[in-house]
């Protein structure tokens, strides 16, 4: 089971900026197809950004409520993985999750954002924004 820590969470106003990241306990198998969670208070778990980090290249997928603002990108020499936020919105409140292992059928891409493709989580870190 590969361990995962998220950090760079906080507070910052609206327009405002962060990076996440999240760095895995090893790069296998298991850290090729990776994606970024978040969860609001009284809301389900949604996917955010996910990246499938190939031999010589990668591909990433974004929800439409971050697409533009954030981008998903991967650090090999440190087992990382990122996700750069910009103009942040009250709305971008909540936890954020880092996910790993993927189980299942079925094309990455048609799956990345379901939470039930993953069984390797973060702990969370928080990002505020307030309104």
């Known amino acids: 089971q590969v361990h995962l820590v998220e950090s760079g969470g906080g507070s910052v106003q609206a327009g405002g900026s962060l990076r996440l990241s999240c760095e895995a306990s090893?790069?296998?198998?298991?850290?090729?197809?990776m994606a970024w969670f978040r969860q609001a208070p009284g809301k389900e778990r949604e996917g955010v950004a996910g990246?499938?980090?190939?031999?010589?290249?990668?591909?990433?997928y974004y929800s439409d409520s971050v697409k533009e603002r954030f981008t998903i990108f991967q650090d090999d020499a440190k087992n990382t993985v990122y996700l750069q936020m910009s103009r942040l919105k009250p709305e971008d409140t909540a936890m954020y999750y880092c996910a790993a292992q993927v189980v299942g059928p079925g094309p990455f891409g048609s799956r990345w954002s379901r939470a039930t493709t993953y069984t390797s989580w973060g702990q969370g870190t928080q990002v505020t924004v307030p309104s």
């Open positions: 090893e790069y296998r198998d298991s850290t090729k197809y």
């Open positions: 990246i499938h980090i190939g031999d010589y290249s990668y591909s990433t």
